[in-house]
């Protein structure tokens, strides 16, 4: 009996630390061994507990300082997996399997989730439809990205042609939305 395998409909936003990127600089490693590289996805200090499920992660978005730094589509090896198991021990971490994202292109130097100082856990999940696909690219006009996208804390605020606000939340978040009376121009 095969099992079922949820299909991918998160990304996984990466901490990828000044030391770490230094790395591919340095020529130690190149951009897909720092962005794919070996996460952890277990919750906290625990060993059964993961904070996220690697066979829902679509994206993964290499993340600094609050920039999106790269952007990789997680596709099947030549043997099929997405990703795989590195290390010994409870502790493994998971390295996945991918390359440089086409569809969310336009989300490279976007604002991307930050990390507070001291925040242990260096991955977080986001939904696959909080990043900007290349579609909802800026226009020409406007080529700053930051205003059509915004992330605040872990929500992202999404602004679409023809005025279409999106928020998404995490579920501990509240949101409230007012309107405001549309301004009177006197000459």
Known sequence: MSEERPEPDQALAVNV?????REITAGHGTEADVV???????????TTIRHFDPDRIAVIVACRRGETMAVYDVLPSPDGQRWHWVGDG???RIVFH???STRFAAQLRAPAPTWKAGEGNPVKVIGLGDLLQDDEAPERDNPDPQQRHAVIGQAVVALADGGHL????????SVTV????PRVRSH
Not at 36 to 46: D, H, N, R, V
Not at 166 to 173: D, I, L, R
Not at 178 to 181: A, D, I, K, M, S
């Open 17 to 21: 630390s000044r030391r770490r990127w």
């Open 36 to 46: 794919l590289g070996a996460w952890s996805p277990w919750k906290g200090g625990s």
């Open 90 to 92: 409870p502790r493994r």
């Open 98 to 100: 991918g390359q440089p």
């Open 166 to 173: 999106t928020v998404s939340v995490p579920p501990e978040y």
């Open 178 to 181: 007012t309107t405001r009376t």
